[in-house]
């Protein structure tokens, strides 16, 4: 078992605001995030993407209510915010088979970390160039 996951922006927005959206996989992961077993490592662009994703509404919150959830979030030690480093976004370049920069950043924060992510996204999955979670 890792000790860290690494969530993209879906599986980040459900498991604060849609759980039941969230494969069992993933909720079994996210469980073992709550009980201090494993640390959830929240790249920053997650944080980004997510924004966008509420700005659209794509998914039925407010940036208020998921600002104040990601504040008692980060607020725990289960839970950490990502920079991202040039090594990183120069990683990302190499991932010509997703077409989404946001993707391409958050699979080369797990591929650079070398742990699983957790992500519904069929593409990722389909590029097999990390372990998902699901």
Do not use: C
């Not at 690494?6 to 498991?15: I, M, N, Q, R």
């Not at 992961?29 to 924004?51: C, D, F, K, M, S």
């Not at 077409?99 to 590029?127: G, Y």
Request: aromatic fraction near 6%; charged fraction near 25%.
């Amino acid at each position: 078992m890792s000790e860290l996951y690494v969530a993209d922006t879906h599986a980040l927005l459900w498991y604060m605001l849609e759980p039941h959206k969230l494969g069992l996989s993933a909720q079994r992961a996210l469980q073992q995030v709550e009980r201090g077993e494993v640390t959830l490592h929240i790249p920053v662009i997650v944080i980004a993407e997510a924004e966008m994703v509420i700005e659209k509404g794509r998914i039925r919150a407010t940036r208020s209510q998921f600002e104040t959830l990601l504040q008692k979030m980060i607020g725990s030690r289960n839970f950490r915010v990502a920079r991202l480093e040039l090594e990183t976004a120069l990683k990302a370049t190499r991932f010509v088979q997703l077409k989404d920069i946001f993707d391409r950043l958050i699979v080369a924060e797990a591929s650079s970390l070398n742990v699983p992510l957790i992500t519904r996204d069929e593409e990722i999955t389909a590029s097999a160039l990390v372990p998902i979670i699901w």
